[in-house]
Structures are given as structure tokens and as C-alpha cells.
T-cell receptor
Framework: DQQVKQNSPSLSVQEGRISILNCDYTNSMFDYFLWYKKYPAEGPTFLISISSIKDKNEDGRFTVFLNKSAKHLSLHIVPSQPGDSAVYFCAASAGSSNTGKLIFGQGTTLQVKP | DSGVTQTPKHLITATGQRVTLRCSPRSGDLSVYWYQQSLDQGLQFLIQ???????AKGNILERFSAQQFPDLHSELNLSSLELGDSALYFC????????????FGQGTRLTVV
């Protein structure tokens, strides 16, 4: 049962344009969402997060939007840079679990072309 | 550098064997998590330890076990290995038992032949 889904395995955008990565979830108990970025041969690196009490969180070029009614979140990168090329994982947690356990999506490989 | 150290980086072993993966968390972090990433899959949560005690368990096989020692380092033991156990195994750490902004190590790539 895939509780967190990233339906696009890959995305290619031109440098300077917007990258939009999408994520859907099924578990209504999830109340905290995170995006991690992963380069080859490295571990995932935390990028940005959002609590379910918000619908938007911004950090520099990165913005995460949360639509609770649709159980959907998206990561916007503006402007995209070649160094942003990596695998992006969406993850979710349920505060009620009283743990730091994360449920991850399968990842989306972003390629930003110069 | 996340501050989380995993050893070894690569491991090749035969079916039926047993291996131990080691993780040193960031200084001061009390929680350690283990995740498995199989080919083209997301990271699957295996187990969490907090200050030496098991805190949460995911779909961890009975052939797998873990522990966290008094110095807070952790070991993941995989036994009776099967070809399907070939994967990347990541360790992560966080400051508290409920902090989700965990820091990940570089992973151990296990290949079972």
C-alpha cells in the first residue's frame, strides 16, 4: 500500500524555468510533509517542509504548496538551475505516531538543462 | 557532510550469509533510523531507536535486527541473506524521538550474489 506517491518518475526542464514536482498521499493522519533531495552516491538531504496547518512554505527558490482536501503537495523551484538536477523525494509523517518515522514516495528525477 | 557516518560503503556477500551495517549518528542526536532503498523504489522505513530503546518498527523482516548502543551508535544485522535483500541501506539521525527532519548518511550498498 503506497501511502505516498510520486507519479512522475522523471522531469526535464530548461535552466531558468520553473520546476514543479508533485506528490499525492492517501493517509489523512499525515500532518507533516517534507521534501528531500538526493544526488548519486549521497544520502538524501532535507530541503523544505510544511505542516498541515499551512498551505504554503517558502525558502528562497523553493516553495512547497499543500492542498489538504486533495491530499496533494507540490514543490516549486524557481528559477531552476543545473545544480538542482537530482532525485527529489516527498515524505510524510503522522504526529500521532509519536515517532520521527517518515513514509517516502518513490522519487522524481529532475534534470535541469543548461 | 551530514555528520552521520555509515560503514561500510559497499558490501558484497553470498546468499545465506550474515552482515552487520554500522551507523554513527550526528553528535548529540538521540534517534537513529534505518531505511532500505531497493532498485527504483523509495526509501522504506525499517526501524527507529531512541536513546537505546526501540521506538518504532516498520516492515522489517524477522531476519533483520538492529540495536542502539550506549554511545548511541547503531548496528543493523541482516542474516540468511537473499538476493532480494540487495539494496541501499540508509541510516539517519535526529535530535529527538519525534523530529522528522532527520539527517541521512551516505548509505551502505549491499549486493547479495
Amino acid at each position: 500500500d503506497q501511502q505516498v506517491k510520486q507519479n512522475s518518475p522523471s522531469l526535464s526542464v530548461q535552466e531558468g524555468r520553473i520546476s514543479i514536482l508533485n506528490c499525492d498521499y492517501t493517509n489523512s493522519m499525515f500532518d507533516y510533509f517534507l521534501w528531500y533531495k538526493k544526488y548519486p552516491a549521497e544520502g538524501p538531504t532535507f530541503l523544505i517542509s510544511i505542516s498541515s496547518i499551512k498551505d504554503k512554505n517558502e525558502d528562497g527558490r523553493f516553495t512547497v504548496f499543500l492542498n489538504k482536501s486533495a491530499k496533494h503537495l507540490s514543490l516549486h523551484i524557481v528559477p531552476s538551475q543545473p545544480g538542482d538536477s537530482a532525485v527529489y523525494f516527498c515524505a510524510a509523517s503522522a504526529g500521532s505516531s509519536n515517532t520521527g518515522k517518515l513514509i517516502f514516495g518513490q522519487g522524481t528525477t529532475l534534470q535541469v538543462k543548461p | 557532510d551530514s555528520g552521520v557516518t555509515q560503514t561500510p560503503k559497499h558490501l558484497i556477500t553470498a546468499t545465506g550469509q550474515r552482515v552487520t551495517l554500522r551507523c554513527s549518528p550526528r553528535s548529540g542526536d538521540l534517534s537513529v533510523y534505518w531505511y532500505q532503498q531497493s532498485l527504483d523504489q523509495g526509501l522504506q522505513f525499517l526501524i527507529q531507536y531512541y536513546n537505546g530503546e526501540e521506538r518504532a518498527k516498520g516492515n522489517i523482516l524477522e531476519r533483520f535486527s538492529a540495536q542502539q548502543f550506549p554511545d548511541l551508535h547503531s548496528e543493523l544485522n541482516l542474516s540468511s541473506l537473499e538476493l532480494g535483500d540487495s539494496a541501499l541501506y540508509f541510516c539517519a539521525s535526529s535530535a529527538t524521538g519525534i523530529s522528522t527532519e532527520a539527517f541521512f548518511g551516505q548509505g551502505t550498498r549491499l549486493t547479495v550474489v
